[in-house]
């Protein structure tokens, strides 16, 4: 079967469904699934209910409800579908969207994936809209949330935009429903809608830009040089998007030459970037990344449901609530890095690791772990390991890679899944970020062994890797 054909056979059987029970992960990506499944599942008349799991284990299965209602795991289930055979679920009552690495399993259960298609940069948010719209055509209104989901899972990062299925289907449907606007070519920066622009510029290293990139004065002499206004009259500074389209364009160009000056390349200066011009300007509601980050913070501070509430257009109580969340993980994100930074990492041939013990929730330690790359030594990926609250004979890994690296042969989802598996721990994600479980006792063992594995990559990719 196609992927067509598994998007229509995961439509028939939530639609023949007495009631459903969606399960979903707590990032922005899980968050944005169980928006669009609910939404579209209860337009249907059909009862539905919502559970949200950091990570599906066997710690967790618990909250997975025994009853007549059809099992919908979204961004997660594809790789522990063990844990549904153990818990003796049938076929009839389970369905997987997912975009993660499948795992083999006796019992072949009802599953809707992207990846064994080829289409690797699509979301789990993604699939869930183009079974959302199989469901009712009418659904072209969840195409936002499927963005969200799409970026926020750094499926936009690699190519600098979206691509395939998610750029031809999901955005042309918002673009067309009105809810998106598309900027084809527009500067690749974080903060666009909400930071005043000599800082967004300061926050990036994507590209890295010398005398810019870290560098809050640095980036505000630039901005005075070009002439650029960077203030209204009573005193605000200006935001990326508020500025004119000229302005926009004298930057870009002097950023480029700035680029070219050092000898840099300049192909991830401009990205494609997706805006929503019905949110209020100058928030983080106003653009795909920053929406995406709100509803990290919400579930990576355990209250999911209120980026969920978010998602279906709650701008009160809900939304106060994430932003006060989303300054609060800023705070603790920056303090974290902060603290990497300080401490320091040990350095082995093909990695570079560091444990923060229980200092920092184990929720919030990958992303951690990605912002550092930028200040230590970003040819090498980064593991973090922390404590598991609710089981201390337990470790959470998380591992952090750029593209580069990526493009030389690693696989950080491989390499975590494989080591881990090998001390009855379990781990998946993707190429570029990963995490894992192992037992406590097995930690420097562990990170000796995903040092062998990634070795073992670039020697499989041919020379030059190393």
């Not at 009552?93 to 940069?121: A, K, M, W």
């Not at 926050?203 to 630039?222: C, L, M, V």
């Not at 609250?389 to 580069?404: A, F, G, H, I």
Request: proline share 5%.
């Amino acid at each position: 079967m196609g992927f067509c054909d598994d998007v229509k056979a995961a439509a028939e059987q939530i639609a023949a469904a007495p009631e459903v029970t969606i399960i979903s992960h707590i990032d922005a990506d899980g968050i944005s699934c169980e928006a669009i499944l609910s939404q579209a599942v209860s337009r249907l008349g059909i009862p539905v209910k919502s559970v949200f799991v950091r990570q599906l284990e066997p710690l967790t299965m618990p909250q997975v409800p025994s009853d007549s209602s059809l099992k919908v795991f979204s961004d997660l289930g594809a790789g522990q579908q063990n844990l549904m055979l153990e818990r003796e679920f049938m076929e009839k009552e389970i369905l997987i969207v997912d975009h993660h690495v499948s795992q083999p399993v006796e019992r072949e259960y009802p599953q809707v994936n992207c990846l064994p298609h080829g289409f690797t940069r699509m979301s789990a948010a993604g699939v869930s809209y183009l079974v959302a719209k199989e469901l009712d055509g009418k659904n072209t209104d969840l195409a936002k949330l499927a963005i969200i989901g799409n970026v926020g899972d750094m499926m936009a990062r690699e190519k600098c935009g979206l691509v395939g299925p998610a750029r031809e289907i999901i955005v042309e449907d918002g673009v067309r429903h009105g809810s998106v606007e598309v900027h084809k070519k527009d500067l690749n920066c974080y903060g666009t809608a909400t930071r005043p622009v000599h800082l967004s510029l300061a926050y990036n290293d994507d590209p890295f830009i010398k005398g810019i990139s870290n560098n809050p004065e640095g980036a505000r002499q630039f901005l005075k040089k070009l002439g650029i206004r960077q203030q209204t009259p009573d005193g605000r500074y200006y935001v990326w998007e508020e500025l004119s389209a000229d302005d926009r364009k004298t930057i870009i160009s002097a950023l480029a030459q700035q680029l070219m000056a050092n000898g840099e390349k300049t192909d991830r200066l401009l990205s494609e970037t997706y805006r929503f011009p019905g949110e209020i300007p100058r928030t983080p509601l106003r653009n795909a990344q920053e929406y995406a980050t709100l509803l990290n913070a919400c579930g990576r501070w355990s209250k999911p449901q209120t980026g969920s509430a978010i998602l279906r257009g709650d701008r009160g109580p809900a939304y106060r609530d994430a932003e006060h969340m989303l300054t609060n993980h800023r705070a603790i994100i920056r303090d974290l890095l902060q603290f990497i930074i300080d401490t320091g990492v040990k350095e082995l041939g093909n990695l570079q690791y560091l444990h923060v013990g229980g200092k920092y929730p184990d929720t919030i330690v990958g992303i951690g772990a990605g912002m550092a790359l930028s200040k230590l030594n970003s040819s090498k990926p980064i593991l973090i390991m922390c404590e598991v609250p609710e089981d201390r004979n337990l470790t959470k890994v998380s591992m952090r890679t750029t593209e580069r690296v990526v493009e030389r042969g690693i696989d950080l989802q491989q390499a975590l899944s494989d080591a881990s598996a090998e001390y009855g721990g379990g781990g998946g994600g993707h190429k570029i970020a990963a995490g894992a479980y192992i037992p406590k006792t097995a930690e420097e063992e562990f990170v000796h062994r995903v040092n062998r594995i990634l070795g073992e990559q670039l020697a499989a990719a041919g020379p030059g890797n190393r």
